[in-house]
């Protein structure tokens, strides 16, 4: 306990607990406001809650972030969902492949605008059902969507009334699955948020990272920010009911400067105040979360509300090569290593150009809800470890984009915590029958295996741990097993 929050002392202090902004490297260096804008920084909020004195919404209290937060902190594993025009080349230009992430084809292989609007009209989402994309999420026990409603190519998955770049008008699929999804989410109890490119715009004049590459690109940042991004930021915000977008989430912000930004933020502080944003705005705005990218920080961010965004394979946008999926033993690490460090889980699924869920993904997620089912009570509602030395001393791996980071070298069991229970996450079963944790704060008075509660198991407990004695031979689960300590 000590150590985690000594750890979110220095990190505050350094500022490294805020510089979670992952735009992909070659993004860095523009996503910086521009030195010749003149820029317009509110006044440093009052720092009235020290638990998280970063906020979009300047000077709340701890109660109130507390109850605007509630729902999202509870959730912890949510489905981030990418799916538009760039599924139809779904990797291929021209009969080669193009390297990189899905979703930038049309960056990465400097495709000309009309030519990569000619691809709308592949996109015919014949196979999307909405309380099919719903149901999938569910049933692998995640409680929120976010779905891309326009990502870096411009094209609105919406009913836009600001151009014609969008599903209803240029697809043969002429609906609006935004709304149909809004719809199912309510209906099946789940919350929906919306990602907005509202920086990165390649076919209508907003930046482009690298540099544009076709003439009919240019266009004034200004004009885009005020004529398509807040137009269109307006109709998700207003059409799609009162809670909906439950998070809006941004991303890259080349260009970004913080004028700019601020009349993105006005918007939504005037129509929906209070909305959970991530911390990709830029422009020295500030969001509710950290978005750490394809990686989980060794210790997450002690004291912040953070998210780390994950692929299933090595895509976001549907590439029909890409066939490396994650074993659902990484998956499920991966949550229990993030919820243990505080964090929520947003895994990704890339629909291909019918509207379906690859197979492998829903296989993996249903496999996910499956252990969800039995230990979910270890991972929703839950915070950060009361202990911390099973994370071990942070090691270096290689991120999804190849990047190195550091991360945990534990990798025997994780911890989990609400008022009354401490959970022990064990990857790395006894084979002598007992279970043993540093000190904790409280008399434990209870325990029990979370996938066989009948199981007697013994208590012993004194100021150098606690053992858990009687576990059975052969782990309850392979991948995660759980023991509820109560106190
Ligand atoms: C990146 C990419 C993007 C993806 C996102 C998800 O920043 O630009 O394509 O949507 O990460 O976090």
Known sequence: MKSRQLLAFLLLGSGLATAGTNVPAVTATNSEPSATTPTVMPTPPPAS????????????????????????????????????????????????????????????????????????????????????????????????????????????????????????????????????????????????????????????????????????????????????????IKEILTNYGADTPAVVWWDTPIDMNNERASRIDAVIQKLRPGLIQNNRLGGGTKGDTETPEQHIPPQGYPGRDWETCMTLNDTWGFKKDDQNWKSLETIIRNLCDIASKGGNYLLNVGPDSHGEIPPESVKRLADVGAWMKVNGDAIYGTTATPFGEELGKPTESVDGYGKKRPTSSGNVWRATQKPGHVYLIIFQWPTDGKFSVPAFAHKITGAKLLANPAVKLTLSQDDKGVTVSGLPVKAPDAIASVIDLTY
């Not at 972030?65 to 760039?86: C, E, L, Q, S």
């Not at 919350?191 to 482009?208: E, P, R």
Request: charged share 25%; net charge positive; with cysteine.
């Open 49 to 232: 809650d020290p638990n998280h004195p970063v906020s979009s919404v300047p000077a709340e209290t701890k109660s109130q972030r507390d109850a605007r937060m509630a729902w999202w902190r509870n959730a912890k594993f949510g489905m981030f969902i990418h799916w538009g025009v760039y599924s139809v080349p779904a990797g291929y230009y021209k009969g080669q492949p193009v390297k990189g992430i899905g979703e930038w084809i049309m960056n990465k292989g400097k495709i000309p605008m009309t030519e990569y609007q000619s691809f709308a009209k592949g996109f015919t989402a014949d196979k999307f059902d909405a309380s099919q994309f719903v149901a999938t999420a569910k049933n692998a026990g995640m409680k929120y969507i976010v779905i891309t409603s326009k990502h870096h190519d411009g094209f609105a998955m919406f009913d836009t009334k600001v151009n014609d770049w969008n599903i209803v008008k240029a697809s043969p699929f002429k609906r609006d699955p935004l709304k149909e999804l809004a719809e199912e989410c309510r209906k099946q109890g789940i919350k929906l948020g919306f990602y907005y490119s509202q920086a990165q715009d390649w076919n209508n004049g907003g930046s482009a990272a690298g540099g544009k590459w076709d003439k009919a690109q240019e266009h004034s940042m200004d004009d885009y920010v005020d004529k398509t991004a807040i137009p269109q």
